[in-house]
């Protein structure tokens, strides 16, 4: 009988995680991906890989969404038979081995929960836009008091907050993917695509150097899988992996092909986001204003998104012996409270390193903290590929969610990653010393709590 093994391992994290309420909608998971990948790197930071690569960065986001949607289908495949909140590390770890389960789900859980720090740092800066009096600290304050609170009500509360949250993000990228498709139709402005050097300015190799910071505004895809431990129903995964990527695919692709053809690429963002340019020149009203409100929105959201997935690893890795029983424990709205508690360690990490350590200490934290994020693309790639070498054509074709480039996708998929992270470590000492410190530690942490280890 097709999955027998596999429906086991799945019943043994389920009794793993028991507890956990079963509530959230296609369209809520969904959004929690969405809201978590749509940071202020896309509305503000899209000028970088412009600036790479000229127009020629609508190729780089091309080949970043491939690699997203070799990294959705195989998340989605592994899902479909294995809902949990552990997601990715637990797929490691029945796939690959303890090791690389471990390290995925530390390695996140701590990038993801720093990273939530930076996200209301962010926030605080966008405020002093209209309240510049008021010391950015308290913002920080109220900021985490409020995600903390929807965070620590029921997951059905929680979806239905990120939902609406991630839908303002949502609704103001497909408002600037049609004043700038006007604005070109129309005439209004001049078409970029082949102005100051042509398609290809900086040469054909430039787009391949851009790649990755295309890949990075995909990183979020993956918090889908950690928000099928407390989906309403094993059914409702596929069409969440879908409809996530679709989403995301459709909107950065969109939004990257508007802004080459507006903005010329060798004056983006000098003095403003390419977003407020586009807006500006649509004639909107307050477009300062209205962005500013926006990009507080994207960073709270993301905030929010991230510190739900970081909670949730964290309440896994408890419950699997990976961490103190204690942050396995929930509170009666079936959220793990502890765990919410200690995965907001980054926003006062976060606001320490910002306000009194050099500017250094900061970068090298953040390099760090994307070793981490990318790593889960690489084991749940590299898992994929075992999964499915295991499984015979009869149980393939019973999968509830099929990758149409199955195996092979993920190989190439593996492959693709691995190379725009060994290209950013090379290009920034800051990320290889930064990456190679935090393995380090988290090795050391691994030892140690392996031969210490008890599981329910």
């Not at 500006?280 to 990009?295: D, E, G, H, S």
């Not at 190379?419 to 930064?434: D, F, K, P, W």
Request: proline content about 4%; glycine content about 10%.
């Amino acid at each position: 009988m097709p999955f027998v093994e596999s429906q086991q391992e799945a019943t043994q994290e389920q009794v793993h995680e028991e507890g956990l309420h079963h509530q959230l909608t296609v369209g809520q998971m969904t959004m929690v991906a969405v809201g978590g990948s749509i940071g202020t790197g896309l509305l503000l930071g899209s000028a970088a890989a412009l600036e790479i690569a000229g127009p020629s960065v609508i190729l780089s986001y091309v080949v970043a969404t491939f690699i997203a949607y070799t990294v959705a289908m195989a998340l989605g495949e592994l899902a479909s038979v294995h809902p949990a909140a552990g997601s990715f590390g637990v797929y490691g770890e029945l796939y690959l081995n303890q090791y690389l389960g471990f390290l995925c789900r530390a390695a996140y859980w701590a990038s993801i929960a720093f990273s939530i720090g930076a996200e209301l740092v962010a926030s605080a800066t966008y405020m002093t836009y209209w309240l510049p009096a008021l010391p950015g600290e308290i913002w920080v304050v109220v900021f985490s008091a409020l995600l903390l609170l929807v965070n620590l009500r029921s997951v059905g509360s929680f979806g239905r907050f990120e939902f609406w949250f991630s839908m303002i993000k949502f609704a103001t990228i497909v408002a600037f993917i049609l004043a700038g498709a006007a604005l070109l139709l129309s005439g209004r402005v001049a078409q970029q695509y082949t102005a100051h050097g042509g398609f290809l300015p900086k040469g054909p190799i430039a787009p391949l150097l851009a790649v990755f910071w295309a890949i990075y505004a995909f990183g979020g895809v993956e918090m889908l899988a950690v928000t099928t431990g407390e989906s309403r129903s094993a059914k409702d995964i596929p069409r969440a992996a879908r409809l996530t990527f679709f989403l995301l695919a459709g909107l950065y692709l969109g939004a990257i092909i508007i802004l080459v053809g507006v903005m010329p690429w060798n004056h983006a963002g000098v003095s403003e986001s390419p977003f407020v340019s586009v807006l500006r020149l649509a004639k909107v009203p307050a477009a300062a204003f209205f962005m500013n409100f926006v990009v507080l929105t994207a960073a709270l959201s993301g905030a929010n998104a991230k510190l739900y997935v970081a909670s949730r690893l964290l309440f896994s890795m408890g419950r699997t012996g990976w961490a103190p029983v204690s942050v396995g424990k929930l509170n009666a709205s079936g959220s793990p409270r502890l765990a919410l508690l200690v995965s907001s360690y980054g926003i006062v990490t976060a606001l320490i390193i910002e306000n009194w350590a050099p500017k250094q200490a900061f970068l090298y934290i953040m390099g760090a903290a994307f070793s981490g994020l990318i790593l889960s693309w690489v084991v749940s790639l590299a898992a994929h590929v075992s999964f499915r070498w295991r499984l015979t054509p009869e149980q393939v074709a019973a999968l509830p969610i099929r990758s149409p480039f199955g195996l092979w996708g993920s190989i190439l998929g593996f492959v693709l990653v691995s190379a725009a992270v060994l290209q950013t470590l090379l290009c920034s000492r800051i990320n290889e010393v930064g990456g190679l410190v935090f393995f380090v530690v988290l090795t050391v942490a691994y030892i140690f709590l392996k031969s210490n280890r008890r599981t329910m």
